[in-house]
């Protein structure tokens, strides 16, 4: 079974600019969380979607966003690019909807880079 | 909200010593998950506790879940260069199907 997949690997951004990252779970999970990774802040949990709906959400400011579509895959994106964006930002799916009871399987990420 | 704290921050040891890091809740977990992050990796899931007073071991590594199912342990003997990494635990609660992450814990290793 192929992993979870997120793309692009890499981005670098200037502040005020949009980004999209898309995260593809694996075939038959249909939990996506995202969480945002810094140094010395552990992972920083973002939202969590289920069959297309987000069932949680973390602290984060309204310009993080994010959507499932019907086939699992989920999309997450930043709107008016802050320095304090730059992270890495990790995806998880997962196969059941008790999210607390199953083991995260995540993806390699996607470094994102404010200039 | 439900926060999970975990100590310490930071472990250097010298190769053969053991390691222990530690995760605590102010409220009761339903579960608690261990996850493995190399570095320039992604998290890995080690394994799930769920009862209380549970005791797993992986090889090296004991796993336990506090009889108040409140705090948690990692604990690795006789460190190897290969166990480097930060470990993260991660606490699950029922009501809002909820799983938050501690800090995590960064292992190097001296050979």
């Known amino acids: 079974k192929a992993g979870v997949t997120q793309t692009p690997r890499y981005l670098i951004k200037t502040r005020g600019q949009q980004v999209t990252l898309s995260c593809s779970p694996i075939s038959g999970h249909r939990s996506v969380s995202w969480y945002q990774q810094t140094p010395g802040q552990g992972l920083q949990f973002l939202f969590e979607y289920f069959s297309e709906t987000q069932r949680n959400k973390g602290n984060f400011p309204g310009r993080f966003s994010g959507r499932q579509f019907s086939n699992s895959r989920s999309e997450m994106n930043v709107s008016t690019l802050e320095l304090g964006d730059s992270a890495l930002y990790l995806c998880?799916?997962?196969?059941?909807?008790?999210?607390?009871?199953?083991?995260?399987?995540f993806g390699n990420g996607t470094r994102l880079t404010v200039t | 909200g439900q926060q999970v704290m975990q100590i310490p921050q930071y472990q250097h040891v010298q190769e053969g010593e053991d390691f222990t890091t530690y995760c605590n809740s102010s409220?009761?977990?339903?579960?608690i998950q261990w996850y493995k992050q190399r570095p320039g990796g992604h998290p890995v899931f080690l394994i799930q506790?769920?009862?209380?007073?549970e005791v797993k071991k992986q090889k090296r590594l004991t796993f336990q879940f506090g009889e108040a199912k409140k705090n948690s342990s990692l604990h690795i003997t006789a460190t190897q260069t290969t166990d480097v990494g930060t470990y993260f635990c991660?606490?699950?609660?029922?009501?809002?199907?909820?799983?938050?992450f501690g800090a995590g814990t960064i292992l190097r290793v001296k050979s």
């Open positions: 506790l769920v009862k209380s007073g």
């Open positions: 409220t009761t977990l339903s579960n």
């Open positions: 998880a799916s997962s196969p059941t909807d008790r999210v607390q009871r199953s083991p995260l399987h």
């Open positions: 991660a606490g699950g609660w029922e009501y809002g199907n909820k799983l938050v």
